[in-house]
């Protein structure tokens, strides 16, 4: 599962991705179900479900099956839970968060991936050793890691910038204080889109690796640490440094009703509001295929690495896996397409994602800012997965709750919280 992939496995992995591609390796699609139709739902939209429509069509053209794409934007866990409790599956989907894969693979809705006809270990020639492992419940594989995107990228104005007579801050100290500039200059310094509680949640983590360590960080998103640890109200108070009326665009009670993308466009809007962005590598994809297609990269768009905070630099991640509740003809062609070259490539090629399919050449990639993405990846000192998405069901809407209530000033009741995490962690045995 997602908290046993350690971070020279993710190394490896990135570092093979800026690399001269090798062969393919891997199952071939087969040709055997062409003329079928699946469909494969996600929370995917706008911009990202354009560039996932690019690999569903590339699908089509290669094997001869049509997958129909099906858009959940809102309760999209919720939803594919009724879908499955009512006995009308998607045929694939992608899985929202790992909590949820153990918890639909231990309830029987989950086909194997091996039971589909797919081979499993034929499919370890083309990933990295730990990046199969993702998708495994107790040791057996019922999902596919098909797309990640670093989480420590934080977004700016290069143009504004320039105007403030400002810089890039490398660690936290630099980072208050660019912000303290960027206001003193008469710009607003943050864009926050925190009625997306998820967007609370990266940010937490990106402080919380950094600055309680990697180990910690392991600990505390398996169960082993409570959350009445001093290291996660220390990581909030951090957070909090930055994230206050003083510096968030509109203050942090109209930013907790924003959405994520509307968060994006008070940065990369035609008309901008604040300066910086903080989110994951996705972010350059929307922006400047959704939110501002008139964005240039290094003028009015570029990121830096999120700032290190007592000499550490780990990275965060987050990733994608997609799993099949049916086994009806194009359902394997599917998941196996998914592990080629062929479909890395098409995707990596749109610029919003990083392929985890180590034979994607780093000529895939159509701009800088998704080569340097891998890159940081790869030079990090630490590297860890999207804590959030390790909790069991509902664990992460948790988290993104109390870090909502912590900035409104309401004081978190951490003791209750790690409460009701170990009781989830105890109903997923």
Do not use: H
Request: charge should be neutral; aromatic fraction near 10%; proline fraction near 4%.
């Amino acid at each position: 599962m997602l908290g046993s992939v350690r971070p020279l496995a993710i190394v490896s992995l990135v570092a093979l991705l800026v690399a001269t591609a090798c062969s393919s390796g891997g199952n071939a699609p087969g040709t055997g179900a062409s003329g079928s139709t699946i469909n494969v739902m996600s929370l995917w939209g706008g911009s990202e479900q354009d560039s996932f429509q690019k690999v569903l069509d590339a699908f089509k053209t290669k094997t001869g099956v049509t997958a129909k794409y099906e858009s959940i934007r809102t309760d999209y866990a919720t939803t594919l839970q009724t879908r499955i409790s009512g006995g009308n599956p998607p045929d694939i989907a992608i899985i929202p968060g790992i909590g949820f894969l153990r918890q639909f693979a231990r309830q029987g809705s989950l086909k194997k991936v091996a039971d589909l006809g797919v081979d499993v270990n034929a499919l370890k020639s083309n990933y990295p050793p730990g990046i199969l492992e993702i998708g495994q419940v107790d040791g057996t594989q019922y999902a596919i890691m098909v797309k990640f995107n670093s989480k420590s990228t934080v977004w700016f104005r290069p143009d504004k910038f320039k105007t403030a007579g400002v810089s890039a801050a490398t660690d936290w100290n630099s980072f208050t204080k660019l912000l303290t500039d960027l206001k003193a200059k008469g710009q607003t310094p943050l864009g926050l889109g925190a009625g997306d509680s998820w967007t609370l949640t990266d940010w937490f983590e990106s402080v919380y690796v950094r600055q309680a360590g990697p180990d910690k960080y392991d600990q505390l998103f398996s169960g082993k640490l409570p959350w009445t640890d001093s290291s996660v109200s220390a990581a909030v108070d951090t957070m909090k440094q930055a994230l206050n009326d003083q510096f968030v665009a509109g203050g942090v009670t109209a930013a907790l009703g924003r959405s994520f993308t509307d968060g994006i466009g008070q940065v990369f809007s035609t008309s901008p509001q604040a300066s910086i962005y903080y989110e994951g590598g996705f972010v350059g994809g929307i922006a400047t295929g959704q939110t501002n297609t008139a964005l240039k990269v290094g003028d009015t768009i570029d990121w830096f690495d999120f700032p290190s905070i007592s000499g550490n630099k780990g990275v965060t991640i987050g990733g994608d896996v997609i799993a099949a509740f049916t086994n009806k003809p194009g359902v394997k062609e599917f998941l196996q397409y998914m592990t080629t070259a062929d479909a890395g490539s098409v995707w990596a090629g749109t610029g919003a994602v990083i392929s985890p399919v180590k034979s994607v050449p780093a000529t895939a990639y159509p701009n800088e800012l998704a080569k340097r993405e891998a890159a940081q990846v790869a030079n990090a000192t630490a590297v860890r997965f999207d804590g959030s998405d390790l909790l069991p069901s509902g664990g992460g809407d948790d988290m993104g709750a109390a870090l909502q209530d912590a900035l409104r000033g309401k004081t978190v009741d951490w003791a209750k919280f790690e409460t009701s995490i170990q009781a989830k962690w105890k109903a997923e045995k």
